[in-house]
């Protein structure tokens, strides 16, 4: 395919597809988690402890990668851990990006005493060290998906939001600014037209890789047993559980740990894909 | 009487540094006058002052602008948009920079018709693209389309003249409108400008650094040293004598079109000297309420 000046269009990269795809396959197991587990995933069978996934000897057809110590299916726990894992990712992620990148814009393009009042907010807010930001939370907020969800969204918005003005700032100095102005638009509007599109590839990136470290924090929190309730699989709980059996069975760990990474992986890559893809002068 | 009159405007930075100091121009309906200074005098200042886009640091701190005669400080932010907006219009110096690289050129075009003027779309997308073939575009539906990358620095100019004239303003303020362009670029748009003020009777404050470019398109010309008017004269008077030495050592300075390689004179020290003092001395009279 050519463009207006002949170029050759760079096709959307093989990143794209390969981590669109991961996340699709993910989305898709989340939903239908109910029909396609093959097992309970609270269901255990101590006579059935530790067996090993298909490929090793003495495994069970009937769980395809292995069980753990209590004789719960790995697969079906991490089809149910998915879904935790997406719904953190969707709502902690836009919700993240919505506030810090409101306010970012709002800073960076209004600047005086507003910008003032905001930066100076980013600024103290960041001092907090994050994880015992995080932690502090849990503790206040209690255990559960809306603690996970906003302890995410309390200590990361000013990723977005120091971003975000960085970048108005840069667009509202621009002639087309200016000149949108002196056209008779309205300082809304000119926020609208002029800077939103403009630092929408940043945004973009910015949101799936927020996605990405919800998904990380999420996994952490449930490490050190402070996320969704225990009797919820979550990857983190299970990675957890893994850890403490890793040389009778490995594979309690590696797998949800695996999914964790090539998840975080995709959505930072899928962000990088997208910002191109969003950007006029590189598309 | 003049379209656009500048009364004693001053500007100062928000720590009082004066940026213009104490500047009257005049513009009549129609006419052509050429701003000339050296960089930093201050010249994109009066255009930003006049079309009410100071940079948040500047403040326009005394004297008056009046379009058509209406005095815009006295005016609401909102209105005094609105008659910026429907009787002027700016040609930005960088074309690579004034228009929105995530936005297709054509609604950049029509969006000063829908705003101001409260056109429908579709009949401003008409005169859009009347206004491309003026300004001699080979395709303009194929333009419309088009994003700001895709096409040349000459070509955005055009867009961007085509933008400007599109509200029918009666006053254009082009900031070194060739400045940015290559060469052969440069006597096609200068051109260009030209023919489009000629045919729509437009008042237009050109504003450069090059005096022969001057001679080419203007009628009279505002010389401006450190944010002080040096000389306001007619461009004839003013290539037979400058009055002003700061005048005469610029256009000792500047090369001559019959001679490009000749030799040239940059601003002799003394009368950098001479003229700064002169600008110290109008700031104590101004200060001492002397000033006549
Ligand atoms: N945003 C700003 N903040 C502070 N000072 C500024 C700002 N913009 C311009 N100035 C100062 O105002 C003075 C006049 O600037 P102006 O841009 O009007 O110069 P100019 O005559 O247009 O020069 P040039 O030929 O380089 O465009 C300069 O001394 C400049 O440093
Ligand atoms: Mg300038």
Same mark, same amino acid.
Request: charged share 20%.
């Given at each position: 395919?050519?463009?207006?000046?002949?170029?050759?269009?760079?096709?959307?990269?093989?990143?794209?597809?390969?981590?669109?795809?991961?996340?699709?396959?993910?989305?898709?197991?989340?939903?239908?988690?109910?029909?396609?587990?093959?097992?309970?995933?609270?269901?255990?069978?101590?006579?059935?402890?530790?067996?090993?996934?298909?490929?090793?000897?003495?495994?069970?057809?009937?769980?395809?990668?292995?069980?753990?110590?209590?004789?719960?299916?790995?697969?079906?726990?991490?089809?149910?851990?998915?879904?935790?894992?997406?719904?953190?990712?969707?709502?902690?992620?836009?919700?993240?990006?919505?506030?810090?990148?409101?306010?970012?814009?709002?800073?960076?393009?209004?600047?005086?005493?507003?910008?003032?009042?905001?930066?100076?907010?980013?600024?103290?807010?960041?001092?907090?060290?994050?994880?015992?930001?995080?932690?502090?939370?849990?503790?206040?907020?209690?255990?559960?998906?809306?603690?996970?969800?906003?302890?995410?969204?309390?200590?990361?918005?000013?990723?977005?939001?120091?971003?975000?003005?960085?970048?108005?700032?840069?667009?509202?100095?621009?002639?087309?600014?200016?000149?949108?102005?002196?056209?008779?638009?309205?300082?809304?509007?000119?926020?609208?037209?002029?800077?939103?599109?403009?630092?929408?590839?940043?945004?973009?990136?910015?949101?799936?890789?927020?996605?990405?470290?919800?998904?990380?924090?999420?996994?952490?929190?449930?490490?050190?047993?402070?996320?969704?309730?225990?009797?919820?699989?979550?990857?983190?709980?299970?990675?957890?559980?893994?850890?403490?059996?890793?040389?009778?069975?490995?594979?309690?760990?590696?797998?949800?740990?695996?999914?964790?990474?090539?998840?975080?992986?995709?959505?930072?890559?899928?962000?990088?894909?997208?910002?191109?893809?969003?950007?006029?002068?590189?598309? | 009487?003049?379209?656009?009159?500048?009364?004693?405007?001053?500007?100062?930075?928000?720590?009082?540094?004066?940026?213009?100091?104490?500047?009257?121009?005049?513009?009549?309906?129609?006419?052509?006058?050429?701003?000339?200074?050296?960089?930093?005098?201050?010249?994109?200042?009066?255009?930003?002052?006049?079309?009410?886009?100071?940079?948040?640091?500047?403040?326009?701190?005394?004297?008056?602008?009046?379009?058509?005669?209406?005095?815009?400080?006295?005016?609401?932010?909102?209105?005094?948009?609105?008659?910026?907006?429907?009787?002027?219009?700016?040609?930005?110096?960088?074309?690579?920079?004034?228009?929105?690289?995530?936005?297709?050129?054509?609604?950049?075009?029509?969006?000063?018709?829908? @705003?101001?003027? %409260?056109?429908?779309? $579709?009949?401003? /997308?008409?005169?859009?693209?009347?206004?491309?073939? !003026? +300004?001699?575009?080979?395709?303009?539906?194929?333009?419309?389309?088009?994003?700001?990358?895709?096409?040349?620095?000459?070509?955005?100019?055009?867009?961007?003249?085509?933008?400007?004239?599109?509200?029918?303003?009666?006053?254009?303020?082009?900031?070194?409108?060739?400045?940015?362009?290559?060469?052969?670029?440069?006597?096609?748009?200068?051109?260009?400008?030209?023919?489009?003020?000629?045919?729509?009777?437009?008042?237009?404050?050109?504003?450069?650094?090059?005096?022969?470019?001057?001679?080419?398109?203007?009628?009279?010309?505002?010389?401006?040293?450190?944010?002080?008017?040096?000389?306001?004269?007619?461009?004839?008077?003013?290539?037979?004598?400058?009055?002003?030495?700061?005048?005469?050592?610029?256009?000792?300075?500047?090369?001559?079109?019959? @001679?490009?390689? %000749?030799?040239?004179? $940059?601003?002799? /020290?003394?009368?950098?000297?001479?003229?700064?003092? !002169? +600008?110290?001395?109008?700031?104590?009279?101004?200060?001492?309420?002397?000033?006549?």
């Amino acid at each position: 395919m050519r463009d207006a000046r002949g170029n050759i269009r760079r096709l959307p990269g093989i990143r794209l597809w390969l981590s669109g795809g991961w996340l699709t396959f993910l989305v898709l197991a989340a939903i239908f988690a109910p029909l396609i587990s093959p097992h309970d995933p609270l269901a255990q069978d101590l006579f059935a402890g530790r067996l090993p996934p298909f490929f090793e000897q003495g495994a069970d057809p009937a769980y395809l990668l292995g069980t753990d110590s209590l004789g719960r299916d790995v697969l079906s726990r991490m089809l149910y851990g998915a879904r935790l894992a997406l719904i953190v990712a969707l709502v902690a992620g836009t919700l993240t990006c919505l506030i810090g990148a409101s306010l970012g814009l709002i800073a960076g393009y209004y600047r005086g005493w507003v910008d003032l009042v905001i930066s100076r907010f980013i600024d103290i807010w960041m001092a907090f060290p994050p994880v015992l930001f995080a932690i502090l939370l849990i503790a206040v907020l209690g255990t559960g998906l809306m603690s996970v969800i906003i302890a995410i969204v309390v200590i990361d918005w000013t990723r977005f939001a120091r971003v975000v003005r960085a970048e108005a700032m840069g667009q509202g100095a621009m002639d087309y600014v200016a000149s949108a102005q002196v056209a008779g638009r309205t300082r809304f509007g000119t926020a609208l037209t002029e800077i939103l599109p403009n630092v929408l590839p940043t945004i973009v990136a910015l949101l799936t890789l927020e996605m990405g470290i919800a998904v990380i924090v999420e996994a952490i929190l449930s490490f050190v047993n402070l996320s969704i309730s225990t009797d919820q699989p979550t990857w983190g709980g299970m990675i957890a559980e893994g850890r403490t059996s890793i040389y009778q069975a490995w594979w309690v760990l590696v797998f949800p740990l695996f999914a964790l990474f090539l998840t975080v992986l995709s959505f930072s890559q899928l962000g990088e894909g997208l910002k191109d893809h969003f950007d006029p002068v590189l598309r | 009487m003049s379209f656009l009159s500048i009364q004693d405007l001053t500007v100062q930075l928000k720590n009082g540094m004066p940026l213009l100091r104490h500047v009257s121009l005049d513009v009549a309906p129609g006419e052509v006058r050429a701003l000339v200074g050296e960089s930093g005098a201050g010249k994109s200042m009066i255009g930003k002052a006049v079309l009410g886009i100071l940079p948040k640091a500047a403040r326009l701190t005394g004297g008056k602008i009046l379009l058509d005669g209406e005095d815009l400080q006295t005016l609401s932010q909102k209105a005094r948009r609105q008659r910026i907006g429907a009787r002027a219009a700016l040609i930005p110096q960088d074309p690579l920079t004034a228009l929105n690289p995530s936005r297709r050129v054509g609604p950049q075009i029509t969006d000063r018709l829908v @705003d101001i003027l %409260g056109w429908k779309r $579709p009949d401003a /997308e008409k005169r859009a693209l009347e206004l491309l073939e !003026e +300004v001699h575009i080979q395709s303009p539906d194929r333009v419309m389309k088009a994003y700001p990358h895709e096409l040349s620095g000459g070509m955005r100019q055009r867009i961007l003249i085509a933008s400007a004239f599109a509200a029918e303003p009666k006053l254009i303020i082009a900031d070194e409108p060739t400045t940015a362009l290559d060469v052969t670029v440069q006597k096609q748009i200068l051109k260009l400008i030209r023919e489009m003020q000629q045919r729509h009777g437009t008042a237009l404050l050109f504003v450069t650094h090059d005096l022969g470019v001057v001679s080419k398109i203007a009628q009279s010309l505002t010389v401006l040293y450190a944010g002080k008017v040096i000389e306001e004269t007619t461009v004839k008077d003013f290539f037979a004598a400058p009055s002003h030495a700061y005048s005469k050592a610029l256009l000792a300075a500047t090369p001559k079109y019959t @001679d490009p390689q %000749g030799s040239l004179t $940059p601003v002799p /020290e003394s009368v950098i000297t001479a003229v700064e003092a !002169e +600008v110290a001395a109008f700031d104590e009279q101004a200060r001492a309420g002397t000033r006549p």
